[in-house]
């Protein structure tokens, strides 16, 4: 039978994407000022970034674990293969707690054909996971060979991004709050990547010339074939920078394809407007 996939929403594929390659949904929750929000299907990140602006109190958490028994349980009862391609675990507990469920849905039905894998990776750089496996399926591979395409690609994609204000950073506690104020007044804009499914600073830069200079060098040093590559660009409701990168990835690799996508409600209520991401 067809092997049924689940994904998160905190890949930030666009809704529709899901439609068409037929994938599972699990969008996780987002709070705006308490109340809740089903990620991508009952708020959007347009909608996020102006609630932000306007200094609205954000928050995100993980799905219920009844959204969990529900899909698993239906999987069990049509007896199809599933696989679920979870946010990485250092940044959500939503594997952990699908874990958790899909052994209570196996003491029920142990027919359940489930395999979970924690990709290690956010947004795009999850979502590029994704949408290989879906593309993989449609080409008629088996289940063992897309769970071994999701592995090697998890462990190898790079998430190489900056943010626009350091504060939401600090909020996060990934940068002190002396930093975040002196790095606004000097201009200062991080460059962060992921590493281990972790959120690791690399190094900080003056000016948005250097910033996306180093970007460019850090793929340089990093990637592989950038030239034949579909390369995902997210960006915090800030379209003529993903534009501005992209340009300057072609003129310097090569590069045909790319994955361009606003950066969701989820990662967007943690990184803020005008984040800027590429991975590879």
């Given at each position: 039978?067809?092997?049924?996939?689940?994904?998160?929403?905190?890949?930030?594929?666009?809704?529709?994407?899901?439609?068409?390659?037929?994938?599972?949904?699990?969008?996780?929750?987002?709070?705006?000022?308490?109340?809740?929000?089903?990620?991508?299907?009952?708020?959007?990140?347009?909608?996020?970034?102006?609630?932000?602006?306007?200094?609205?109190?954000?928050?995100?958490?993980?799905?219920?674990?009844?959204?969990?028994?529900?899909?698993?349980?239906?999987?069990?009862?049509?007896?199809?293969?599933?696989?679920y391609m979870a946010f990485s675990s250092e940044l959500s507990g939503t594997y952990q707690t699908a874990v958790m469920i899909?052994?209570?849905?196996?003491?029920?039905?142990?027919?359940?054909?489930?395999?979970?894998?924690?990709?290690?990776?956010?947004?795009?750089?999850?979502?590029?996971?994704?949408?290989?496996?879906?593309?993989?399926?449609?080409?008629?591979?088996?289940?063992?060979?897309?769970?071994?395409?999701?592995?090697?690609?998890?462990?190898?994609?790079?998430?190489?991004?900056?943010?626009?204000?350091?504060?939401?950073?600090?909020?996060?506690?990934?940068?002190?709050?002396?930093?975040?104020?002196?790095?606004?007044?000097?201009?200062?804009?991080?460059?962060?990547?992921?590493?281990?499914?972790?959120?690791?600073?690399?190094?900080?830069?003056?000016?948005?010339?250097?910033?996306?200079?180093?970007?460019?060098?850090?793929?340089?040093?990093?990637?592989?074939?950038?030239?034949?590559?579909l390369i995902g660009i997210c960006h915090g409701d800030d379209e003529q920078s993903a534009e501005e990168l992209k340009q300057?990835?072609?003129?310097?690799?090569?590069t045909k394809e790319f994955l361009i996508n606003t950066i969701g409600s989820v990662i967007g209520s943690h990184a803020g407007?005008?984040?800027?991401?590429?991975?590879?």
């Amino acid at each position: 039978m067809n092997v049924q996939l689940f994904a998160d929403s905190g890949c930030d594929l666009p809704l529709h994407f899901y439609k068409d390659n037929d994938i599972h949904l699990i969008p996780l929750t987002v709070y705006v000022e308490e109340k809740a929000y089903d990620d991508l299907i009952e708020i959007n990140p347009k909608e996020l970034f102006t609630f932000i602006r306007n200094g609205v109190e954000t928050k995100t958490s993980q799905p219920s674990p009844d959204v969990f028994e529900k899909m698993f349980t239906n999987l069990a009862t049509a007896n199809q293969p599933g696989i679920y391609m979870a946010f990485s675990s250092e940044l959500s507990g939503t594997y952990q707690t699908a874990v958790m469920i899909r052994n209570q849905v196996k003491e029920t039905y142990p027919n359940l054909d489930l395999t979970i894998i924690d990709t290690k990776c956010a947004s795009i750089g999850y979502g590029l996971v994704v949408k290989s496996a879906a593309d993989l399926l449609k080409r008629g591979a088996s289940k063992e060979e897309v769970i071994k395409d999701i592995e090697l690609r998890s462990q190898h994609m790079e998430h190489i991004f900056t943010v626009e204000d350091l504060d939401f950073l600090a909020r996060g506690g990934r940068l002190s709050k002396a930093s975040a104020f002196l790095g606004g007044l000097l201009n200062i804009k991080p460059v962060l990547n992921v590493e281990e499914g972790k959120l690791i600073p690399l190094e900080k830069l003056r000016g948005r010339k250097k910033l996306f200079k180093r970007i460019l060098d850090i793929m340089d040093e990093r990637g592989v074939d950038l030239e034949h590559q579909l390369i995902g660009i997210c960006h915090g409701d800030d379209e003529q920078s993903a534009e501005e990168l992209k340009q300057l990835i072609q003129d310097r690799f090569g590069t045909k394809e790319f994955l361009i996508n606003t950066i969701g409600s989820v990662i967007g209520s943690h990184a803020g407007p005008g984040t800027l991401a590429v991975f590879f």
